[in-house]
């Protein structure tokens, strides 16, 4: 049986090499480009793995390679 209630999972992601020179280069004054670089990369993944429509970014974090998204419990075993 599906599961169609959605809850908020919080995604992590492996190490990216982008990422630490970006965050690097942000304590030089450059946020927006991590910024732009962190959410763009999160809306591929998603967009790549689950049917749009079917999840609800909330947020993208800076601090840590990492999202929040408001997703099934189904979508979270695609998303492993």
Do not use: W
Not at 26 to 49: A, F, I, P, Q, V
């Amino acid at each position: 049986m599906e599961n169609t209630k959605s809850e908020s999972y919080f995604v992590f992601m492996n190490y990216d090499p982008q990422y630490a020179r970006l965050r690097s280069d942000r304590k030089k004054g450059t946020s927006n480009e991590l910024d732009l670089y962190l959410s763009r990369k999160h809306d591929e993944l998603l967009e790549s793995t689950l049917e749009p429509g079917a999840y609800r970014k909330t947020l993208s974090l800076v601090i840590v390679d990492g999202f929040a998204v408001e997703i099934t419990e189904d979508q979270v075993d695609l998303c492993k």
